[in-house]
T-cell receptor, first 108, second 113 residues
Framework: GIQVEQSPPDLILQEGANSTLRCNFSDSVNNLQWFHQNPWGQLINLFYIPSGTKQNGRLSATTVATERYSLLYISSSQTTDSGVYFCAVLEYGNKLVFGAGTILRVKS | DTEVTQTPKHLVMGMTNKKSLKCEQHMGHRAMYWYKQKAKKPPELMFVYSYEKLSINESVPSRFSPECPNSSLLNLHLHALQPEDSALYLC????????????FGPGTRLLVL
């Protein structure tokens, strides 16, 4: 099956700093999503981005499908950005395969 | 409205109990999913329903029994669970096309004693 690798596994930022999270995948995909899981467990959709670039406020994402990677940029980080960031790709039949996640802690 | 609701939020059950988890969406989505997430791990797919029919079962033990009574509802019936089944159970829904976003509910935290 498809492999999804995320880096870094852990990240600690001072409030206001910028960061880049990376997602590598082992096969071509036509569905890639980024999620933020808050401390209460809720998975929040950030981007549906199988290719190209999207921006939403302080967050933006870029997927280079031909090179099999996606990047999530967080600018001017806030303590509310803390949590786990997951990249997920569709394998078959609507099956989402998640990476192991990046644990982000933003300190005030 | 992109809301998926799940009840209950928390559940504690013994190994001999029978309980059910419920999930509901009113977005007109025709695909619904159950995922299981253990602590410090990513979610893992359990079941997929497409147009109210079970389309994927990821070799889940029979003590977990899914049910899709209609296009808006998804249940997960639990019986004779083991302590290692304690986890966060997440429901999701999407349009049928694989080019669509999956939307997740807040989850049910299950503890099996």
């Amino acid at each position: 099956g498809i492999q999804v690798e995320q880096s870094p596994p852990d990240l600690i930022l001072q409030e206001g700093a910028n960061s880049t999270l990376r997602c590598n995948f082992s096969d071509s995909v036509n569905n890639l999503q980024w999620f933020h899981q808050n401390p209460w467990g809720q998975l929040i959709n950030l981007f549906y981005i199988p290719s190209g670039t999207k921006q939403n406020g302080r967050l933006s994402a870029t997927t280079v499908a031909t090179e099999r990677y996606s990047l999530l940029y967080i600018s001017s980080s806030q303590t509310t950005d803390s949590g786990v960031y997951f990249c997920a790709v569709l394998e078959y039949g609507n099956k989402l395969v998640f990476g192991a996640g990046t644990i982000l802690r933003v300190k005030s | 409205d992109t809301e998926v609701t799940q009840t209950p939020k928390h559940l504690v059950m013994g190994m001999t109990n029978k309980k059910s988890l419920k999930c509901e969406q009113h977005m007109g989505h025709r695909a619904m999913y159950w995922y299981k997430q253990k602590a410090k791990k990513p979610p893992e797919l359990m079941f997929v329903y497409s147009y109210e029919k079970l389309s994927i079962n990821e070799s889940v033990p029979s003590r977990f029994s899914p049910e899709c009574p209609n296009s808006s509802l998804l249940n997960l019936h639990l019986h004779a669970l083991q302590p290692e089944d304690s986890a966060l159970y997440l429901c999701a829904s999407s349009q049928e096309s694989d080019l669509e976003t999956q939307y997740f509910g807040p989850g049910t935290r299950l503890l099996v004693l």
